[in-house]
Every structure is written in structure tokens, then in C-alpha cells.
């Protein structure tokens, strides 16, 4: 039975939250290694978070910037953060970042390590672009929420989880336009995409790794599941 390739948007503000959260990263390699005999490839695509928007912030206090070259600071962040889950992975991962999600990278490595590539999107798009060029059914984001809610859970106690979702469903929750830096559970551009591709995207708290371990073993995990 061949098997299948995983693809796991990684969200920045995982990695950085405020600091760089080496705890996690530790445990995170290990359960990656661990289950790298189920997959083809495990290609992890890492977001910039906290560093993109610092910069993108700070740029903005210095001089009036346009959203495309807000875009490329983004870029840059989600760059330096793929550039550290790649060293992390040693030998187990493609030797260089594949920036360019469009390529297919041609590797008998089983890790791949991607990053964001043009403005008018977040990483999440290149997710579901490596997600159709590997022939991966479902992009995995792991982010600093457990749940797509009804609601913003941050602004309203009474927001509730949604366990599964169409993407209209989810279009209606979050809109459809992407701003650079934006903190939304999945890119709205990339969410567009996936549904043209159909591919389903997982939604689930990254740093409860004992919950992404039962996804990866097939067990019943807590998550939002959209498409």
C-alpha cells in the first residue's frame, strides 16, 4: 500500500511565542522522527507569528508602508523560522528550504521544510500548494487555538468549537480576505484554494502534542476538521 504525504502548517507563533519555545520544538522533532515510517514525506511549512509581526509593526511606525511590502517582511520571518525547524532535523531533512512551493523537490530525504513565498497570502497557502503537488488529502495546522470557534473565544465567552465545517461554513466565520499579519485560524486565500483542490484542513491547538499524536496514530483527537 503506498503511503500518503503529510503536511503540517506550523504556526509561528509556536515556535516564537515570545521567546523561542525550545521545549516544544524538542518534543515536537522527536514525535516527527518517531512517526516518520507511516508517511512518504513530512513536509512542514513554518509560519512567521510573533517575528513577522514585530517587524511588519514596527515597519509600520517608521514610515506609511504598503501591504505588499509588509508582505515580503512576513516572507522573511516565516523564512528565518523554517531555517531553524530545517537545522533542528539534521540529517533527517532536504538540505535547504524549499521556497518555492510551485517546485517539487526531488529527495530521497522524508522531511521537507517549507516557508512563505509571494504576498497577497500567509504560509498556509503554500501548505495547500505542496499538499497538491505531494498528492497530501489533508494540511495539518497546528496553531495557538484548539478549535475553529463561532466566534473570536478571545472577545466572546460565548464562542463555541466547531468540530467539523464546510468551507463555506468557515468563509462565513472568518471572511474571505487575507492583510498581511493577520491572526485567523487558517488563511482565507489558502482556505480557497484547498476547497478548489478538496483538501481538508485540520485545525488543532500545536502545543498539545499528545492530542497531534493521536491524529498521526489514527485516534480520536480534539480539532476542527474543514472540507
Known amino acids: 500500500m ?24 524538542k518534543k515536537f522533532r522527536q514525535l516527527i522522527v518517531q512517526n516518520l515510517k507511516k508517511y512518504s514525506k513530512v513536509i512542514i511549512v513554518a509560519g512567521g507569528g510573533k517575528v513577522c509581526r514585530k517587524y511588519q509593526q514596527a515597519a509600520g511606525k517608521i514610515s506609511k508602508i504598503a501591504e505588499k511590502d509588509l508582505d515580503w517582511v512576513g516572507i522573511a520571518a516565516t523564512k528565518l523560522n523554517a531555517e531553524l ?31 512563505g513565498y509571494a504576498p497577497g497570502s500567509s504560509s498556509d497557502l503554500d501548505a495547500v ?32 468549537p466547531i468540530k467539523k465545517m464546510s468551507w463555506l461554513e468557515f468563509k462565513k466565520t472568518i471572511g474571505g480576505k487575507f492583510t498581511p499579519g493577520m ?40 480539532g476542527t476538521v474543514i472540507g
Do not use: W
Not at 4 to 18: N, R
Not at 145 to 152: A, E, K, L, P
Not at 194 to 200: F, H, L, S, T, V
Open 129 to 160: 500548494v505542496l499538499a497538491k503537488n505531494y498528492g497530501a488529502k489533508t494540511v495539518v495546522n497546528l496553531s495557538n487555538i484548539s478549535y475553529v470557534y463561532t466566534q473570536d473565544p478571545r472577545k466572546h465567552k460565548n464562542a463555541k
Open 183 to 222: 491572526n485567523v485560524p487558517f488563511d482565507p486565500v489558502a482556505g480557497k484554494r484547498a476547497k478548489q483542490k478538496g483538501i481538508k484542513v485540520v485545525v488543532m491547538k500545536g502545543t498539545n502534542l499528545a492530542n497531534f499524536e493521536k491524529f498521526l496514530k489514527g485516534k480520536q483527537f480534539q
Open 85 to 115: 525547524i530545517r537545522a533542528i532535523f539534521g540529517q533527517v531533512a532536504y538540505e535547504q528550504v524549499a521556497y518555492n512551493p510551485h517546485q517539487k523537490v526531488q529527495t530521497n530525504k522524508k522531511i521537507i521544510i517549507g516557508c
Open 2 to 25: 503506498k503511503k500518503e504525504s503529510i503536511i503540517i502548517s506550523l504556526g509561528g507563533s509556536i515556535i516564537v511565542p515570545e521567546e523561542i519555545n525550545v521545549a516544544f520544538l
